[in-house]
């Protein structure tokens, strides 16, 4: 194959992924949905994986929206004990990589251990440059705009900023992932074309591209063929689609293996 340098790819900064299609993933092989989320979490590990080898800068997954609880019992306590497990085993890997790990949304609603588990594995892993891993559990975009004027009505109310001063800059100061590059690429996989109150305010200018993939089987491929689009639809220099996928498949920008 002949050599492309992999400099002229536009990268995305950061992409943000809605996971859709466990439930479909398992029920499709006729198991219960909960098998289609164990099988989520190994297509999690290959995400971040992947996003750290091509030095993407933050990867934001949507793990459980605020609506997710009206879900069965059953389910909502299999993903929490899930969350559980895979922050314990998973965080050591993490740091050693030198992943940054990061739960956005309400964490309040979570049990103490959770929370404890969450609080540990953030400051574990606080100064790590790689990639800034989100996680958004218990998260809702409204909430987050919500939860960000409440903080501003605070500040008036405290006298520490007056009303003529609120701007965008200041609204968005106080969202969660203020202090990251604003998500450049958003996924979706399972089919849907919705954006489900995911990163409402964040996703401004993101690009969106759908994949009819479901989330169990997003692997590195599938996600090649995202970041490809992605950087068809600014630049392509000259290269075709496939080209370009090919390269970011075969490069590893953090190792220049
Ligand atoms: C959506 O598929 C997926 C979820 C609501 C849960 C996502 C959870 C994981 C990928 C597991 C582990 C994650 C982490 C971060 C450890 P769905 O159940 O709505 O699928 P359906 O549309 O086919 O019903």
Redesign the pocket.
């Known amino acids: 194959m002949e050599t492309i340098d992999f400099e002229q790819i536009r990268l995305p900064k950061h992409v943000a992924i809605i ?7 398992a029920q499709l092989r006729g198991k219960h ?1 909960t098998f ?2 164990k099988a ?2 190994e ?2 590990r290959r995400a971040v994986t992947f996003a750290r080898q091509k030095g993407i800068q933050s990867l934001t ?1 949507f ?2 929206s605020s609506e ?1 609880w009206k879900r069965p019992q059953q389910e909502v306590s299999v ?1 929490m004990d ?2 559980f497990t ?1 922050l314990k085993r998973e965080v050591k890997k993490l740091h050693k990589h030198n992943v940054r790990l990061r739960i956005i949304g309400d964490k309040q609603a979570f049990s103490d251990k959770l929370q404890q588990r969450i609080a540990e594995a953030e400051a574990l892993t606080a100064a790590n440059t790689a990639l800034t891993l989100n ?1 958004a559990a218990n998260y809702g975009g409204r909430w987050d705009i919500a939860h960000a004027a409440k903080q501003l009505a605070e500040a008036v109310q405290a006298g520490k900023l007056s009303v003529e001063d609120i701007s965008e800059d200041k609204l968005a100061d106080k969202l969660c992932l203020a202090e990251q590059p604003a998500p450049d690429l958003l996924i979706r996989t ?1 089919g849907e074309h919705r954006v489900s109150n995911f990163l409402l305010w964040q996703l401004a200018y993101a690009e969106f591209y759908f994949a009819d993939v ?2 169990p089987d997003f692997d590195e491929h599938a996600f090649a063929r995202a970041i490809a689009d992605f950087s068809c639809r600014e630049r392509r220099f000259g290269l075709t689609s496939a080209q370009v996928q090919q390269a970011i498949l075969d490069t590893d920008v953090t190792t220049g293996e």
């Open positions: 996971m859709d299609g466990n439930g479909r993933w949905r289609g989320h989520g979490a297509a999690v997954l793990a459980f997710n993903l899930l969350f895979v996680i399972g479901l989330w």
